[in-house]
């Protein structure tokens, strides 16, 4: 509720506005049935001037309410997605400022739905406080007190239905919520499964997974109408229910009011009345507990917001760092790191220093902790223990901005946005100009074949890279990554979709052009780093060698082993 009252604040006159407007709404049917009863009662009396007066009233009130109903609705969805906008805008910019560990966290499928599906139920729950939940209430209070008012002896109808009513609506809204917990649930895992399996379509394929996919959907889906069904049952067998509780107290209070009508033939009217006003606080009991069933899912929504935005991103920078150039050396003094999710070390005590310049090789088994390592030096991850320095300073004491500028790293899976190739390569330099895109573009082997398009860099990058091949994203992505001109670029196994040729080529252009850069290059091959300065070998974690080729090839038992099973498997 925090949340909501927080970013209701700008809305304050809306919110008054839409608010009164709920006031002059319930008032308005509250007195309609009232206007009736003077109306009937002028009819019996044969008052034609009062019937007349009446009557206009009736109209004009009836008109009113109209009026009212407008202006509520306009300014209750004005405030509900404005509301809406900015929890929408809020997220995503809290989740700009998230480490990759937090994002780890939540799951970045589970941050899209909580920016989507999450808002448009907050913003449902807005409208209907605006509106029903707001309306209910009085129109409850006021029908049960004119109800009393109306006809005084018949006191115990009203209080009667109202407790009957209440009671078995307690009931079914009681089971009707928890089967709605568990269709948010459903629906949740059946856009999972359906992401994930429309995503994965060419592993499925391939696997000739089709129908095991099918009934893993179509079992969810089923789970899905089976529960909605319970739903639709309880609704069904409630109404008659809660009609049958109702008529019965109507039929009761004719019964009572029909054996005095000659004493009294003024109550005719009345009754009339009474039984508006019974309706009323029925629909308004079926109603409430109604829209109470489904404002929970709202404030379930409105929780997991909450969670996002009281979220305090595990990685900050300092405010007070000053922005300066960083020179390509990289330290690490007795780095571990766990990843938040995990309990075992994936490094454990690290130390090395590289210099500027050097071509530096990171080799080892898989999951031995290279992808790990090289996230540190971006500062993707703060070390559990011990600190990383790159140009010297401190990362956890680093100006952003002179880290950004300073390091680029060159992600395992190339990972390209949908637009033109040109706006893919600016994400490494937003200024680069046509010769710079040239440039990178020739270092990453990759001018071969965006020559090749009539519309050259402005070819358009379909969603998910569909209109690549795995090797020509990879170019891209190396050409994202050189293009500003890094002091340090990172190649995580960047070149494994690249034919041995152009990736020989890609390490010579890089060695011409970059000759100043430090690069650090994870590799599964040792033939793609057999040139570094040092190659560093990693096992669990661990940093178990440190030399060139062929240093290592008599110092490292690890280095050498995974060097001859490559080698034999190359001759075979
Ligand atoms: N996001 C993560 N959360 C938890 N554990 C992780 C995560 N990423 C990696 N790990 C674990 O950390 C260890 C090191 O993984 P890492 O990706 O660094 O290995 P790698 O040497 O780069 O492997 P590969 O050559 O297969 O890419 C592994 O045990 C892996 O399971």
Known sequence: MQILREHAKPYHKDIFFSLLAVVIMAGASLWQPRLLQH????????????VLFYGTELIILAIIGLIAGVINTVFAAKISQGIAADLRANQYQKIQSFSFGNIEKFSAGNLVVRMTNDVNQVQQLIMMILQSLTRIPILFIGAFILALITLPRLWWIVVLMVILIALSSQIVFKQMSKYFSQIQKLIDKTNTIAKESLQGVRVIKSFNQ?????????????????????IGYLFSTMIPMFMLISYVAIGTAIYFVGQSVVAHPTDLAAITSFISYLMQIFFAIMIGGLMS???SRGFISLRRIGAVLATVPDLTYRADA??????GEVSFKNVSFTYPNDDRPSLKNISFDIHAGEMIGIVGATGSGKTTLAQLIPRLYDPTQGDVLVGGVNLKSVNEKSLRSAVSYVLQRAILFSGRIADNLRQGSKDADELALKKAADI???AEFINRYDDGFDHYVEE??????????????IARGVIGNPKILILDDSTSALDARSEKLVQEALNQELSNTTTIVIAEKISSVIHADRIFVLDQGELVGIGSHQELLTTSPIYSEIYQTQKAKGAS
């Open 444 to 446: 990453a082997q990759a």
């Open 293 to 295: 069933t489904f404002a």
């Open 322 to 327: 000053p922005e300066q150039p960083l020179s």
């Open 39 to 50: 109306v009937m009662t002028a009819i019996i009396k044969n008052d034609q001037q009062n």
């Open 464 to 477: 998910r890279s569909a209109n690549l091949s795995g090797g020509q994203k990879q170019r891209l992505s």
């Open 210 to 230: 089709e129908g095991n996919e099918i009934k893993h959907f179509t079992d969810n889906s089923n789970d899905l109408t089976r529960v909605t069904t319970m």
